[in-house]
């Protein structure tokens, strides 16, 4: 692995080596609210004929309600709207049964039993009323999800006009459609609704898949990511970006735009910044739609810029590109003196992607150089012990819930874990890594019963880690590969980071520069959103298998004294549970898995001050049971 050529460690000037407290947010919690979920349901003329299984159609839309209102989270904001239940002929024949309040599992399950199906398909009109339904007044987003099984027999609106109409109208709305026993142009206009309304359409053709599906789609709005941060309103160009300081944010940020945030940085001062842009769950992306980030400066320099890419187009998951501002060993750098620069994300977007604005967080934190005189490890940017072949915990796995993204991420050390994740959906966890230590895990995903006739589908399992500062490594190395097919069949992935070295940051692989702190490193875990037309369960179980190798040293320090607990934890997210909490959250779900990325991607770069640095990273997932 190539590295910079560097002058003796002992020139580094400043104080102790410590992380700059974080300025006091005024939202310490996560402040986007979930504004909760309207199940639209057919209940036309047709819902009372046969399903094939002996059974009215209606009978089994009743019983799939059913059983999500048994899988929410307690308190999950939840309502239900029926068409066609009213008249025998009329299209404004639409009505709200069960109002979006507070899971009422007795309540929602009383309100589907009364419907009988009647008259015709109203689908526009009832979009329209849906997002209505939903609470407006918090940041929180929010899901119709639409189950029919016919296409709208009225057209006044036309139905993909409308979905269209709501999905530009912000970020917070999703539309998802559930077709049962459908075909043709039925079919055609549901994809059509879930494309324009940001979601996705999920065939059901029968009882089984019904349920399904409506409970995939359901999970995936109550377990949606939970964003912290105060919120800022970035700028299009220099002028005018309003200033921050260490701490963490949030913005939204639209397809073409670029954002910029005023930092004042210190002639010293390591400082790492970090974007995670949201999309909605399984919203249409193309395998080049970007997510960049750049350090700016005077009127038309760059110290360093990174580009991630989604590398995949199921859907959107998650996705986060990072910088930092190392200041030079000889302190000459173009980039090493006091003053203003700007910390920009751009999004890039490939026609046909969705058009909806993204949700971001972004966190900046420094970190100030080392005593005078001290002399830090040597850099490790090589693999080493923690290479591929490393072994990792065997073992019956342990039970965990994993987070829904940065914030909650769950803390695990090591030892072999499992959860379950959604299609569309990344799982988050959080493991300490002390200096001198490399993380090594694998990642497995399940050998699971698949849809008669479908289990030739393919779609993909990832997984990504990130460093404390929420940076992107691991890709595109040629040690790792963060992306694996998956057809239901048991499938794996291995993943891992070099030995945390204070001295990484002066190296110029991209996997290594940002291993440069001790602390809590974040694993995401993603399965495609194609997995929803594999799997016959509605979860996929995923097993995790972490080693971190190495002993902890007490600090930075060349020859530095073995640590008497390697939990050297630098972030103090949330242990995430199973429940939906009445809490500012905003649902989206998705990985960038951990966030997907094209391998091979990634380009070594020069971090010498005056210079522009771009790289490329990668992504993706895998089994044991």
Not at 298 to 321: I, M, V
Request: hydrophobic share 35%; proline share 7%; glycine share 12%.
């Amino acid at each position: 692995m190539a590295r910079r050529r560097r002058r003796t460690a002992a020139t580094l000037t400043g104080g102790l080596l410590l992380t700059i407290p974080v300025v006091p947010q005024a939202s310490a919690e996560p402040s986007f609210t979930s504004a909760g979920m309207v199940l639209v349901l057919d209940s036309s003329g047709s819902m009372a004929e046969p399903d094939g299984s002996g059974h009215t159609r209606i009978a089994a839309a009743r019983k799939a309600v059913g059983t999500v209102a048994d899988a929410l989270p307690d308190g999950f904001p939840t309502g239900l709207r029926v068409y066609g239940a009213d008249k025998h002929r009329g299209c404004d024949d639409t009505r709200l049964v069960q109002p979006v309040r507070p899971l009422d599992r007795a309540g929602l399950k009383k309100a589907v039993a009364d419907v009988e199906p009647k008259g015709d398909t109203p689908i526009g009109l009832s979009l329209k009323k849906a997002a209505a339904d939903l609470p407006r007044g918090s940041d929180g987003r929010r899901t119709i999800v639409l189950i029919s099984d016919g296409e709208d027999t009225c057209q006044s609106p036309p139905p993909c006009e409308v979905a269209r109409e709501l999905g530009r109208s912000g970020v917070d709305l999703r539309i998802d459609t559930i077709g049962f026993q459908v075909r043709g142009k039925a079919r055609e206009q549901l994809e059509c609704v879930a494309e324009a309304g940001n979601g996705r359409y999920y065939d059901a053709p029968d009882a089984d898949a019904l349920a399904r599906q409506m409970q995939r789609a359901s999970k995936l709005s109550a377990d949606g990511y939970r964003f912290r941060g105060k919120q800022v309103r970035g700028t299009p160009a220099r002028s005018g970006a309003p200033a921050i300081a260490p701490g963490q944010y949030r913005d939204t940020i639209g397809p073409g735009e670029r954002r910029f945030y005023e930092v004042h940085l210190d002639d010293s001062a390591t400082a790492d910044f970090a974007a995670t842009a949201v999309p909605h769950p399984g919203a249409a992306v193309d395998t080049t739609t970007v997510l960049r980030t750049q350090l700016a400066y005077g009127t038309d320099s760059a110290c360093e810029t990174r580009t991630e890419l989604f590398g995949q187009n199921e859907g959107a998951t998650p996705l986060t590109s990072g910088v930092s501002r190392v200041p030079s060993e000889d302190g000459h750098g173009s980039c090493d003196k006091a003053g203003r620069y700007w910390f920009v994300v751009e999004r890039e977007a490939a026609d046909g992607s969705d058009a909806a604005r993204w949700p971001l967080e972004l966190t900046y934190r420094s970190e100030r150089p080392l005593e005078k005189g001290v002399t830090p490890a040597r850099s490790e940017p090589e693999y080493g012990a923690g290479g591929k072949d490393a072994v990792v915990p065997s073992g019956t796995p342990k039970d965990v819930t994993g987070g829904t993204g940065f914030n909650d991420a769950r803390k695990i050390g090591e030892g072999a874990w499992r959860d379950k994740v959604l299609p569309s959906q990344t799982l988050w966890y959080k493991v300490p890594v002390g200096w001198g230590q490399q993380l090594r895990y694998d990642v497995e995903f399940a050998n699971e019963p698949t849809v008669e006739g479908h289990s030739a589908q393919t779609s993909y399992g990832a997984t990504q880690v990130y460093t404390p500062a929420r940076q992107p490594v691991g890709s595109g190395t040629g040690e790792f590969t963060p992306q694996t097919p998956y057809n239901g069949r048991q499938t794996a992935l291995r993943m891992g980071t070099v030995p945390v070295s204070w001295t990484n940051r002066y190296e110029t692989d991209p996997n290594v520069v940002p291993v440069h702190r001790a602390g809590d490193f974040y694993l995401a875990v993603t399965l495609g959103a194609k997995a929803a037309e594999i799997a016959d369960n509605p979860r996929i179980g995923v097993v995790l298998r972490v080693a971190v190798l190495g002993d902890a040293k007490s600090g930075p320090r060349a020859h530095a004294a073995a640590a008497k607990d390697s939990a050297s934890a630098a972030d103090s997210g949330t242990a995430g549970g199973g429940g939906w909490a009445a809490r500012p959250v905003i649902a989206a779900v998705g990985i960038g898995a951990g966030v997907l990325l094209l391998a091979g991607l990634a380009v070594a770069y020069l971090r010498g001050r005056g210079r522009q640095r771009t790289t490329g990273t990668g992504s993706g997932g895998a089994g044991t049971w």
